[in-house]
Nanobody, 121 residues
Framework: QVQLVESGGGLVQPGGSLRLSCVAS????????MAWYRQAPGKQREWVATRPSVGSTNYADSVKGRFTISRDNAKNTVYLQMNSLKPEDTAVYYC???????????????WGQGTQVTVSS
């Protein structure tokens, strides 16, 4: 019903920057919340940042001051600008969206397939 497609991952040196994008498509009336999560090798998936349609953004302490989440509602797109990257930021980054579907007006929670971010010299 709804698809999320991430892009923008890659290999970057410590201190570098990357910008991730996530586009939502399908049966969408509105998107209440868009967020980013990440999962490092051997670790559980962890929350990174949230951008609701109404209200303020929130960040995990580990990325506060370095990462910025933003949305383009007209394009159903969420971005994650990552600056001052550290090796410990290495992970697969996943986009998450809480969507209200067209026609039925039911809610759904969706995940993208993930994009790899590797921070290494």
């Amino acid at each position: 019903q709804v698809q999320l497609v991430e892009s923008g991952g890659g290999l970057v040196q410590p201190g570098g920057s990357l910008r991730l994008s996530c586009v939502a498509s399908g049966s969408i009336f509105s998107i209440d919340v868009m967020a980013w999560y990440r999962q490092a090798p051997g670790k559980q998936r962890e929350w990174v940042a949230t951008r609701p349609s109404v209200g303020s953004t929130n960040y995990a302490d580990s990325v506060k001051g370095r990462f910025t989440i933003s949305r383009d509602n007209a394009k159903n797109t969420v971005y994650l600008q990552m600056n001052s990257l550290k090796p410990e930021d290495t992970a697969v980054y996943y986009c998450n969206a809480v969507v209200r579907h067209r026609v039925t007006m039911t809610m759904g929670n969706y995940w993208g397939q993930g994009t790899q971010v590797t921070v290494s010299s």
